[in-house]
């Protein structure tokens, strides 16, 4: 008989699905009309009640299937009172037929850490900006991201009436990466990407150093990380405290899976063990290709600036 799929695919195979889920609910929130708005720390810091509910629907669903998992997600809730129409039991099948590499087939529920970001890009949601949003679920193992899958409820949103919205992309290290056609930048282009509601002098000033032939300037960090895997941006660069564990988990997975990398500022690479701390306090360069360019002209002045 069929030994039976490993943990890991299992989990990613839920998680796929688990997405789709938070997608719809995002997706429905928003048709329904009430955002219910509150600030967190500010007016760049909102959480909505489709924050709310899509975080509610993935870390119960996944809790439910893998009790032993730890699963730690960006919104301060409980999950006690969690309504059955919020529990999402389906899996991707073509995932669980992929193969898990072999480091990773020993893999037991207690040694994985799940970063949940269940809506990436709140401000930009808030605003209409649709296609800027992601819904994030990073895996990690040994405080390395390994695998990760984002939706994006909107992709397609301005495609005409009939069109099919929405998309998951998984990827899983030494497996690959899926849902999505990758392309590299153009070559000798340096197109930065970088935070639009986060801007400061020295996030500005770290990106003039670099001379850009051009800067785009959008929301979120799994809206970024797509960007350069579709070509579309050279480098994602980031000066500045304010993106957390899960903003970069899932995006890191995928973005290593395709052979890209992400660091902090210093070059340092993220830990996702469940004791590290939450904030990335060191920034964000990520590349599909040429991470060395980019690395090699951050001024030491930013350097300085940015305490890991």
């Not at 955002?35 to 996944?62: F, H, P, Y």
């Amino acid at each position: 008989s069929m030994a039976s799929p490993a943990l890991l695919m299992r989990v990613v195979a839920s998680a796929y699905s688990v997405a789709e889920k938070a997608a719809a609910i995002v997706r429905n929130v928003m048709a329904a009309g009430d955002l219910g708005i509150v600030e967190k720390t500010g007016a760049n810091d909102l959480q909505t009640k489709a924050d709310r509910l899509a975080q509610m629907s993935i870390c119960a669903s996944l809790a439910r299937k893998f009790p032993k998992v730890t699963i730690i997600g960006e919104e301060e809730l409980s999950t006690d009172e969690v309504t059955e129409e919020l529990i999402e039991d389906g899996h991707c099948e073509e995932i669980l037929k992929s193969t898990c590499p072999s480091q990773y087939a020993g893999i037991k529920e207690e040694e994985l850490v799940i970063w949940v970001d269940p809506l990436d890009g709140t401000k930009e949601y808030t605003e209409g900006l649709l296609d800027h949003v992601t819904v994030l679920i990073g895996i990690a193992y040994g405080g390395k991201a390994i695998a990760g899958v984002i939706n994006q409820p909107y992709y397609n949103y301005q495609a005409g009436a009939d069109a099919v919205l929405g998309r998951t992309i998984w990827g899983v290290l030494g497996v690959g990466a899926f849902g999505f056609q990758l392309t590299e930048a153009p070559a000798g282009k340096h197109i930065i990407i970088t935070t639009r509601s986060h801007s400061s002098t020295l996030v500005n000033d770290c990106i003039s150093a670099l001379n850009p032939d051009s800067v785009i300037r959008v929301g979120g960090a799994g809206n970024k990380i797509i960007q350069l895997i579709e070509g579309k941006a050279s480098a994602y660069v980031f000066a500045s405290p304010g993106c957390k564990k899960w903003d970069t988990c899932a995006p890191e997975a995928i973005l290593h899976a395709v052979g890209g990398k992400i660091t902090d500022i210093h070059g340092n690479s993220f830990q996702y063990n469940k004791e590290v701390k939450h904030m990335n306090s060191a920034g964000v360069l990520a590349t599909l290709r040429n991470y060395d360019y980019y690395a090699s002209r951050i001024p030491n002045t930013v350097k300085q600036s940015l305490v890991p």
